[in-house]
């Protein structure tokens, strides 16, 4: 009654069920899934480490500059941002790949 499923192949190596009435009937992990693998997932995680260099580098000519001093608290709390930023993107990445992270040919760098 029109609510036949199929299975169709993706260009992303997922096998995506659709059913006649629009529900793909995977829920959000699929989309979740998708983005992760995403080379999108990737810059955006490349923008937050050069965000972080560069962050990194103002710290250090901030402590170059003034030797001795605190340093600012903004700091600290940007510090704890990106901290959480990539908790959060090692915590996606592994509720994808699940054990894939650690034993697939990117290992050594996920393991690192």
């Given amino acids: 009654f029109g609510n036949e499923a199929s299975v169709e192949p993706s260009p992303n190596?997922?096998?995506r069920q659709t059913t006649s009435h629009g529900n793909n009937g995977l829920g959000p992990?699929?989309?979740l899934a998708a983005f992760v693998r995403s080379?999108?997932?990737?810059y955006l995680?490349?923008?937050l480490i050069l965000?972080?260099?560069i962050f990194i580098c103002a710290q250090a000519d901030h402590s170059a500059r003034h030797p001795g001093d605190d340093q600012p608290t903004e700091f600290g709390y940007i510090e704890t941002v990106f901290f959480f930023l990539f908790v959060v993107e090692l915590i996606l990445?592994?509720?994808v790949w699940r054990c894939g992270f650690f034993k697939g040919a990117s290992r050594m760098w996920n393991i690192f």
């Fill in 39 to 42: 080379p999108w997932f990737d």
């Fill in 29 to 31: 992990r699929y989309g």
């Fill in 13 to 15: 190596g997922f096998h």
């Fill in 93 to 95: 990445r592994v509720s």
């Fill in 45 to 47: 995680v490349g923008t």
């Fill in 51 to 53: 965000l972080n260099a």
